[in-house]
């Protein structure tokens, strides 16, 4: 699911898998939940936006 992640931001931002990765971690410090909970949360909001 974090691999999934971060191809999903790889994708919007255009940027390297280190950064990506940077991104989630970052993200899940800030919320205070962990790194696979931020990804399925990512993948998943996507995954909606998709289907609309």
């Not at 974090?2 to 940077?22: H, K, N, S």
């Amino acid at each position: 699911m974090v691999d999934q992640a971060v191809g999903v931001i790889m994708t919007q931002r255009g940027c390297p898998p280190a950064e990506a990765l940077d991104v989630l971690r970052t993200a899940a410090s800030s919320l205070d939940i962990p790194l696979r909970e931020v990804a399925e949360r990512l993948v998943r909001t996507v995954s909606r936006e998709r289907d609309n």
